[in-house]
C-alpha cells in the first residue's frame, strides 16, 4: 500500500531512476562533509554541515524534480567537469610515472598533451591533433 502510493507519488519524476553520477557526487560530498565537520567546532562545522544541507536539498530537489530533461542536461554538464578532473590526474600520475623515458609538451595551438620519448636535444614534433609543427627542447 504504502509502497504503492510512493511509486505513484515518484513517477515522473527524477528520482524514480535512482541516483544519477550527479546525485551521488552530492550525497557523498554532503555525507564527507557532514563527517568532516563532526571533527571540528564552531565556524568550520557550522560551514561543513552548511555544505552538507547544501548537498542535500539540491539532491532531494533533484529526485523530485519532474523536469527530467534540464536534470540530464546537469548531469551530462557534471559528467563532463568530472571526466576533465579525473583525466587531469590520470596525466599527473603518468607524468610521475614515465619521468624517466617520456616528457610531455603541450601543442601551443590546441593545447593537446602531447607524450614524446626523453631524448636529449632539439627535436620538431608535429601535433597529431592539429598538425601543428612546433621544437622541443629536451635538456635532460
Ligand atoms: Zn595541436
Not at 21 to 45: E, I
Not at 110 to 123: F, Q, R, T
Request: aromatic share 16%; hydrophobic share 40%.
Amino acid at each position: 500500500m504504502i509502497r504503492r502510493k510512493i511509486a505513484q507519488f515518484m513517477w515522473g519524476r527524477y528520482g524514480a531512476r535512482g541516483f544519477d553520477k550527479l546525485g551521488t557526487a552530492l550525497f557523498t560530498v554532503g555525507f564527507v562533509s557532514c563527517f568532516v565537520g563532526l571533527f571540528f567546532r564552531g565556524t568550520v562545522s557550522r560551514i561543513l554541515f552548511g555544505v552538507q544541507a547544501v548537498c542535500y536539498i539540491y539532491l532531494i530537489f533533484r529526485l523530485l524534480s519532474k523536469n527530467i530533461p534540464a536534470r540530464q542536461k546537469e548531469n551530462a554538464a557534471f559528467c563532463n567537469f568530472f571526466k576533465k578532473v579525473k583525466n587531469f590526474f590520470k596525466l599527473q600520475k603518468d607524468r610521475v610515472k614515465d619521468r624517466k623515458t617520456s616528457v610531455y609538451k603541450k601543442c601551443p595551438k590546441c593545447s593537446a598533451v602531447l607524450k614524446l620519448p626523453a631524448i636529449k636535444g632539439e627535436h620538431t614534433v608535429k601535433c597529431p591533433r592539429c598538425g601543428e609543427r612546433f621544437t622541443v627542447k629536451n635538456i635532460f
